[in-house]
């Protein structure tokens, strides 16, 4: 059973309408739980947000990490200690390009992971990490809607089939990396590539006919 205590606190935490004065102080909480949700309220006020980024909790520190788009936040995080942390800001749409590439040199393959896949990663670092012989930065990079057309014509020729079968899950595809998976050795590679080639010589016709 819950305390009184906590249950009014969880209360007033969910309760869009509690003031600021109430939040800032729930903000410091010594239970993680409330510290946690303080983070979800529409009150939630950049001086409350400043003093949860320093929580000593990760989970708090990575759910800011991973949403926030204030770039002093997000410069802090990008070198803390925790590597979950610094993932957090390598997946973040919101990380700038500076911090992102700032993130290419960090120790740690998991961040790496989450800059192959992250959209706002410059093109530069997508085709850098491409050459790290590593299937699973690879086949993320072939996930990544923002890989350049250079970069997804080298997956096309990659060595590992599951690299082309994730190419070829995209919703959209360049005609060039689709033209050189039409030429695969695999027989399943091949025939997938040309029917998605067909349907989209098909939809030019229509629109340019």
Do not use: W
């Amino acid at each position: 059973m819950f305390d009184k205590a906590f249950l009014d606190k969880y209360a007033a935490v969910k309760n869009k309408d509690t003031a600021v004065e109430v939040l800032a102080e729930l903000a410091v909480d010594d239970l993680q739980s409330i510290r946690y949700l303080v983070l979800d309220h529409p009150n939630l006020t950049p001086a409350i947000l400043n003093v949860l980024s320093k929580d000593k909790d990760f989970m708090i520190r990575c759910k800011i990490a991973e949403s926030v788009d204030n770039q002093d936040l997000l410069e802090m995080f990008s070198k803390d200690e925790d590597p979950a942390i610094r993932k957090a800001v390598g997946r973040n749409p919101n990380s700038s390009e500076k911090l992102l590439t700032y993130l290419y040199k960090d120790s740690d393959f998991g961040v790496l992971g989450e800059l192959a896949e992250n959209r706002s990663t410059p093109t530069k670092v997508l085709r850098s990490l491409y050459l790290y012989n590593d299937f699973f930065i690879r086949i993320r990079i072939a996930q990544n809607i923002s890989a350049p057309i250079d970069v997804l014509e080298a997956a096309a020729k990659d060595k590992d089939i599951q690299i082309k079968i994730e190419l070829l899950r995209r919703k959209s595809l360049d005609c060039r990396a689709l033209e050189l998976l039409t030429k695969d050795s695999d027989a399943s590679i091949r025939q997938r590539a040309i029917s998605r080639l067909q349907v989209v010589i098909f939809e030019e016709d229509i629109i340019y006919p």
